[in-house]
């Protein structure tokens, strides 16, 4: 064959895995679009079709990852905890209705965020969900990664049970996103006003909930982790600010600058510890702000990775070792009898098969050079 007929096959080949390659690809392409979240969290409905008998209606259903369909007036809060899609709904049963507002997150952190945002120190508790309150007929609660408001049209004893079942369909988050933040559980709890609680990730939502420090103080670009609270105390109420920086440095910083500025509401009351700054304001004596800074301080979390004793045969290491030894002297007898084996093979071979190839008579003879 010529050299051009060679020089064509293998250009046809080529171009025959090129374009394999493209076709695939492409192929691929389209189908990790397809199954990614973000492709389907437009059409993905958050709540169930039904509930402890409450039916969805299909014709009010509605899901859109536009925060401002859920709420107008805030939609720049929800964007900075994160918000990705949200589904109104109407639910009915027994010729009564009530309508329900579930907003997604992509964590905890986001829903937990946004609950704290709406809800009112004037509000009950409500034991639904992870953590819920309640107004006359307005009950707010999240789920793992998803907040849900609910206006009922009628509350009945029965409906606290409705909304728990409600709670139970919907799809929780998994890893890391399925972890609240750990900054609230740092609040003192003594004279904690209920309910007057927020999380805040962000310069908006900062001064929409009326932060006593400046955004331009507390830096986002830094990206701190703010929680903040009432108090009751002998002089009336007094607000707290949890400040969380992502290093000692940081909060260091901040502290100074944010000490050295003229800011109303005072007097102040400050603390660091750690990443952590604390700033107090409001009617409170100075005795009462030192002894609610004092229950403030900054544990680093510590896990311990390596166990004390072996906790399984794997983590003994005297078993390791013996079992080392014992491979080590299997390792050594196989290659013995691998070679014994070969040997034989070869001795029986060359007298079976004289002056063969497989004799090799001439590799048994030791190589001379002869110099002389």
């Given at each position: 064959?010529?050299?051009?007929?060679?020089?064509?096959?293998?250009?046809?080949?080529?171009?025959?895995?090129?374009?394999?390659?493209?076709?695939?690809?492409?192929?691929?392409?389209?189908?990790?679009?397809?199954?990614?979240?973000?492709?389907?969290?437009?059409?993905?409905?958050?709540?169930?079709?039904?509930?402890?008998?409450?039916?969805?209606?299909?014709?009010?259903?509605?899901?859109?990852?536009?925060?401002?369909?859920?709420?107008?007036?805030?939609?720049?809060?929800?964007?900075?905890?994160?918000?990705?899609?949200?589904?109104?709904?109407?639910?009915?049963?027994?010729?009564?209705?009530?309508?329900?507002?579930?907003?997604?997150?992509?964590?905890?952190?986001?829903?937990?965020?946004?609950?704290?945002?709406?809800?009112?120190?004037?509000?009950?508790?409500?034991?639904?969900?992870?953590?819920g309150v309640a107004s006359n007929d307005r009950v707010l609660f999240y789920r793992g990664s998803i907040l849900v408001d609910v206006t009922l049209e009628r509350v009945t004893a029965m409906s606290?049970?409705?909304?728990?079942?409600?709670?139970?369909?919907?799809?929780?988050?998994?890893?890391?996103?399925?972890?609240?933040?750990?900054?609230?559980?740092?609040?003192?709890?003594?004279?904690?006003?209920?309910?007057?609680?927020?999380?805040?990730?962000?310069?908006?939502?900062?001064e929409r909930l009326a932060v006593p420090i400046p955004s331009v103080l507390l830096n986002f670009v830094n990206a701190p982790e703010i929680e903040t609270a009432k108090y009751h105390t002998s002089?009336?109420?007094?607000?707290?600010?949890?400040?969380?920086?992502?290093?000692?440095?940081?909060?260091?910083?901040?502290?100074?600058?944010?000490?050295?500025?003229?800011?109303?509401?005072?007097?102040?009351?400050?603390?660091?510890?750690?990443?952590?700054?604390?700033?107090?304001?409001?009617?409170?004596?100075?005795?009462?702000?030192?002894?609610?800074?004092?229950?403030?301080?900054?544990?680093?979390?510590?896990?311990?990775?390596?166990?004390?004793?072996?906790?399984?045969?794997?983590?003994?290491?005297?078993?390791?070792?013996?079992?080392?030894?014992?491979?080590?002297?299997?390792?050594?007898?196989?290659?013995?009898?691998?070679?014994?084996?070969?040997?034989?093979?070869?001795?029986?071979?060359?007298?079976l098969f004289p002056n063969t190839v497989l004799d090799r008579a001439h590799a048994k003879e030791i190589i001379r050079l002869n110099l002389k």
């Amino acid at each position: 064959m010529s050299e051009s007929f060679y020089t064509a096959l293998v250009s046809k080949k080529q171009g025959f895995f090129t374009a394999m390659i493209k076709k695939y690809a492409a192929a691929g392409f389209v189908l990790a679009v397809l199954m990614s979240p973000m492709a389907w969290a437009k059409d993905a409905p958050l709540l169930p079709q039904s509930f402890n008998g409450w039916q969805k209606s299909a014709d009010t259903s509605k899901v859109s990852s536009n925060p401002a369909t859920v709420d107008a007036s805030d939609a720049e809060v929800l964007k900075e905890y994160g918000f990705t899609d949200a589904e109104t709904a109407a639910y009915t049963r027994d010729g009564r209705k009530m309508q329900i507002k579930a907003m997604h997150f992509p964590n905890v952190t986001g829903a937990y965020g946004v609950f704290t945002f709406y809800a009112q120190p004037q509000m009950q508790t409500a034991r639904i969900g992870d953590l819920g309150v309640a107004s006359n007929d307005r009950v707010l609660f999240y789920r793992g990664s998803i907040l849900v408001d609910v206006t009922l049209e009628r509350v009945t004893a029965m409906s606290a049970t409705d909304l728990r079942a409600l709670a139970e369909e919907l799809p929780r988050p998994s890893g890391n996103t399925s972890l609240p933040p750990s900054l609230p559980s740092n609040l003192p709890p003594q004279s904690l006003i209920a309910h007057s609680e927020h999380y805040i990730l962000g310069p908006v939502a900062a001064e929409r909930l009326a932060v006593p420090i400046p955004s331009v103080l507390l830096n986002f670009v830094n990206a701190p982790e703010i929680e903040t609270a009432k108090y009751h105390t002998s002089m009336g109420e007094a607000g707290l600010t949890l400040i969380d920086y992502p290093t000692n440095r940081m909060a260091r910083e901040r502290m100074q600058a944010i000490q050295a500025a003229a800011l109303p509401g005072g007097p102040f009351y400050y603390k660091r510890s750690g990443p952590f700054v604390a700033i107090i304001n409001g009617q409170i004596s100075p005795s009462e702000a030192a002894a609610l800074l004092a229950s403030i301080n900054y544990d680093a979390d510590v896990t311990m990775n390596q166990p004390t004793k072996p906790s399984t045969k794997r983590d003994d290491p005297v078993r390791f070792l013996i079992t080392l030894i014992l491979l080590t002297i299997f390792m050594v007898l196989l290659a013995l009898g691998f070679g014994i084996v070969v040997g034989g093979f070869k001795a029986a071979a060359g007298k079976l098969f004289p002056n063969t190839v497989l004799d090799r008579a001439h590799a048994k003879e030791i190589i001379r050079l002869n110099l002389k």
